[in-house]
């Protein structure tokens, strides 16, 4: 009798540890993701980003968020705002056109380019950032337009603003 | 960088894949400086990679991309020796400038262009210091 309830904690104390587990790993990436989606979806809707972005694609859906397609890599903390490497990588051969837009500058729409037949992925350009803000990549894809976005923080000699 | 020069490095990356790296001098001034001197704004607009007559790569700048602008991208299909790759850019000045060249790779699959050489060659270092470099290097494998 005594054995039996021991087992029945051990199991119960078990299942604890391994939700517990679960939700301390699980529900971070939850909280990101759908974080990303929020913001991606503020900076879509902003009236400038947008403006340029219906100039150069019109009236089409974008899939926000996260694909394997398309990437886009920038740094976490730009110690320089002047020189900001962006990198754009993902499937080969995959986008026709991209556009880069920064939020906080004074004209968002800072890079936009086709890239025919003869030009793949892997794609890398330097920027210049006014201040932290998110960056905003959008690339014409086989799956439509995907929006992907990047929170750079850019610090000039400490902390960020 | 000299302004409107051009450098072109053609090598491979890591998955052996040809990588087309370019360097434009040119201030990308944007206008916004409050303080005097004030520059007038002076920034590329567009940029476009040829090769063989047959575009590659276009691009709409605004003066948000940095000074002495980079690009960097792989190559499709790997280029071979005696193709003409063409680099042009326009100005908001409208300014128009445009460079060909003939690929020749050395044995390691690399390719490098200079435009300072080739426009100026009396330029290159003097004797002297080459000199200097060589002592420099020589303890070097």
Redesign the interface.
Known sequence: MNQELDKTRRLLLKAGLTLSVFSKTFTPIAHASTNSISTLSALLSDTDIFSELYALYGDRAYSIGESDIIVLRAPDIAENGQVVSIKLIGESNAISSFALLAKSNQRPLLASGTLHSACDLPLALRVKLRRTSEILLVADTYQGLIAVHSQVKVTIGCGGF | MRENSLRVLIALDSEY?QVFKALIGHPMD?G?RVNAPAVEANYIKKVA?F?DD??????????????N?????????PLLDGQILTVSWRDNRAQEISYDFVVTFNPYGRFVFRSDEHANPESRREPEMQKKAACKNRHRP
């Open positions: 894949q944007d916004y990679v090769v047959v575009v590659c790569l276009t691009m709409d700048w605004n003066e948000n991309v940095s000074k602008p980079f690009i960097s991208f792989r190559l499709f299909r």
